[in-house]
């Protein structure tokens, strides 16, 4: 998973017409930790998604912005606009990430 450093290649990224996932992060966090143990497999079977990461604590604007209250989360962008918000409470297992996204389908 690609992370996204300037706030430029944020904006590039999720006003594309391809639907991309941001993974809302931070180094401290241990919940994302357990998360990148098991994404990968998820990330290539929803690969109709352009996968990213952002560093929460870096861009604590968009953190803002797109109501990221907690970590990890996963947000759904397409055309600039936010389309689904996976919160970090639900998001501390394999199942409930991919029920969120066979609920984006």
């Not at 930790?33 to 929460?56: A, G, H, L, V």
């Not at 409470?89 to 389908?105: G, I, R, Y």
């Amino acid at each position: 998973m690609e992370q996204v450093t300037t706030l430029e290649q944020f904006n590039e990224l999720t006003s594309t017409d391809q639907a991309v996932v941001m993974k809302f992060f931070a180094g401290w966090c241990p919940d994302c930790t357990r998360m990148d143990m098991f994404i990968d497999p998820i990330i290539e079977e929803y690969n109709q998604y352009k996968w990213y990461s952002i560093n929460r604590d870096d861009f604590p604007e968009l953190a803002e912005k797109y109501q990221v209250m907690g970590i990890p989360s996963l947000l759904i962008f397409k055309n600039g606009e936010k389309l689904a918000h996976l919160h970090s409470a639900n998001a501390k297992s394999p199942a409930q990430v991919t029920e969120f996204l066979d609920a984006q389908a």
